[in-house]
């Protein structure tokens, strides 16, 4: 592992607003209480990444608590750092395996969720894997409240084309579908935040795809 990675790790794990794996068991139920000391609604970033989108979701929305989730460390320092630098307090970050979520929240805890530009896991035999395979979706009717969004965002056709699949099949409610959103009616002020690796998606003229759908 590089110096600089090692730095990171080593001062993440100092920061006020990130809670690293067994850390957030404790959260569980009470993260609107406890870790954001109010009682505004939950959000949630899987697979935040640096977290880019979850912060400036944050900047959008001091009205609502967001906590991006990843494992990599060194990954979730840059969005933690930003954070704290810019003052943004409505933003946490939780260092877990997603599949693992289940420890993390309680039932009915989250509002809303987001999944922006994960790995596709295009191998058939990776399937569950997906983020938005039958197993995951299984995990977020558990904690997301009734009627509680899920976004998808995504420059890959086929995981937007197989997601959409599986929300016919299981019987989800489909709010809005599009392969090309910045020339749809639906890039708003929200699903015009673009991350690092989206910019370099659309100036490789790459489509990029979003779906909204609920359980």
């Keep these: 592992m590089g110096k600089d990675k090692l730095r990171r790790f080593a001062e993440v794990a100092t920061f006020s607003n990130v809670l690293q794996l067994d850390e957030g068991k404790v959260m569980q139920g009470q993260w609107a209480k406890e870790f954001f000391k109010n009682d505004k609604p939950v959000v949630l970033e899987l697979a935040c990444g640096k977290g880019e989108y979850t912060v400036n979701l944050a900047r959008l929305f001091p009205e609502k608590n967001f906590i991006g989730i990843d494992y990599k460390g060194n990954r979730i320092w840059r969005g933690a750092k930003t954070a704290i630098e810019d003052g943004v307090t409505n933003v946490g970050f939780l260092r877990i395996q997603i599949e693992t979520i289940l420890d993390y929240f309680a039932p009915g805890e989250v509002d809303e969720i987001w999944i922006t530009f994960p790995d596709p896991q295009p191998q058939l035999s990776r399937e569950k ?84 759908f609920s359980f």
């Design 129 to 212: 894997k997906r983020l938005t395979s039958p197993r995951f979706l299984e995990k977020y009717k558990q904690i997301l409240k009734p009627g509680g969004f899920i976004n998808l965002k995504t420059d890959n056709d086929d995981l937007h084309a197989y997601t959409a699949e599986k929300i016919e099949e299981l019987g989800l409610k489909l709010y809005v579908r599009t392969e090309d959103l910045y020339r749809s009616e639906f890039a708003d002020e929200v699903l015009s935040i673009k991350t690092y690796y989206e910019r370099k998606y659309l100036q490789d003229n790459k489509n990029i795809n979003y779906l909204k």
